[in-house]
């Protein structure tokens, strides 16, 4: 008899070479075993990485960037999950990245903004400050990434006040250097904290960029004729989004300062109505809450020499149903994609998922 080999109580045929049977123990078969070990180990591996992103998309639904997905194509625009009832003509709405603080200012009743966990349950109020003979109207909201702090703009008042996480008034927003009758309005942070808004002030309505000193370090758009614009919002590599809403675009600004492309007012498909409030997803998706659209568009960046946002798709319709909306104003993203819309004559704020 030939030899064999003795494995897990099975009785297996020798190895060969050339031809020619291997003896068990010999230097031949132990680098035949560390080679299907080895062998063994590389697919073991590359079966954890293909579970590790199945996870991944599972729970955020979004790919681990860079890398794509196999096989899976995500979505551009997201699908009604549900809905937080509890606000009175909600007009803007802010969100922590977790999703576990939802931030919504009223534009009617007590005006006070509200505060609300992941699940839906008001946990806290945002106050503002005590003042004689001034009376509010809170619009935008934004939360500093650095603090956690939320800034809230008030139209009548003509100021930024911030809170602490759970809406305790900390203070009001001043500038270096004041600018007398500013009229603050639209609200964004980038991820190093550096605060845009948007100032209808003076005859050449602008952004205001801010540093950490609230110094104003530049301005946007002097040169666009924006009329009352409204949201704004940045992305990852520094663009500028804003909603010109009473001349129904929404601008790109470039990293220097120039209009980069647009989109603009019209009846086709992609065009705009009256453009409110704006926010880009951690994927570059920019999302444009649309007042007289009743919904919000979603487009991506240009590439290449276009001048034209590109449009990627709409979610709503006019209606008080699930998904639908009546005169949508904001819209904010969490870290999970999770897209917030503040349907405002609705009473509610919407929560759209991937």
């Known amino acids: 008899m030939t030899a064999e080999i003795v494995a897990e109580g099975l009785l297996l045929p020798p190895e060969a070479v050339d031809g020619e049977p291997v003896a068990a123990g010999t230097p031949e078969e132990e680098k035949r075993r560390r080679r299907k070990k080895a062998l063994l180990l590389v697919l073991l591996g590359f079966l954890a990485m293909l579970v590790t992103i199945a996870i991944w998309y599972l729970i955020f639904r979004q790919p681990i960037a860079p890398l794509p997905l196999p096989g899976i194509s995500v979505p551009e625009v997201p699908t009604y999950t549900t809905a937080i009832y509890g606000a009175q003509r909600p007009s803007g709405v802010a969100v ?6 939802i931030y919504v200012s009223q534009s009617e009743g007590s005006r006070v903004g509200l505060v609300f966990d992941a699940g839906g349950t008001k946990v806290g109020t945002m106050a503002p400050p005590e003042s004689t003979g001034t009376d509010h109207v809170p619009v935008y909201l934004a939360i500093d990434p650095l603090t956690s702090e939320v800034y809230v703009s008030d139209r009548l008042a003509g100021a930024i006040y911030i ?5 305790a008034y900390q203070r009001t927003f001043t500038l270096a250097e004041p600018r007398p009758g500013w009229q603050p309005l639209g609200l964004a942070f980038d ?3 550096t605060l845009y808004l948007t100032d209808l002030s003076g005859p050449f309505q602008k952004v205001l960029v801010i540093d950490r000193a609230a110094v104003v370090v530049r301005t946007l758009g002097e040169s666009s004729k924006l009329s009352f614009p409204n949201g704004v919002a940045v992305d990852g590599a520094g663009n500028v989004y804003v909603s010109d809403s009473n001349n129904g675009r929404l601008l ?8 980069r492309a647009q989109v603009g007012r019209g009846s086709g498909q992609g065009n705009l109505g009256l453009p409110r409030g704006t926010a880009v997803d951690g994927s ?4 444009v809450a649309d007042s ?3 919904g919000v568009f979603v487009y991506r960046a240009p590439g290449g020499d276009d001048r034209r946002l590109a449009y990627r798709g709409f979610i709503g319709g006019e209606g008080v149903s699930d998904g639908l909306f009546e005169y949508p104003n904001s819209v904010a993203i969490d870290a999970r994609g999770r897209v917030y819309v503040a349907d405002t004559f609705n009473d509610r704020v919407q929560i ?3």
Request: no cysteine; net charge neutral; hydrophobic share 20%.
């Open 96 to 101: 922590s990245p977790s999703g576990d603080r």
């Open 252 to 259: 790109m600004f470039g990293t220097d300062g120039q209009v």
């Open 163 to 167: 809170y602490d996480r759970d809406g």
């Open 284 to 287: 570059g998706r920019i999302f």
């Open 352 to 354: 759209w998922s991937y």
């Open 292 to 294: 007289t659209g009743q």
């Open 191 to 193: 991820a190093k904290g």
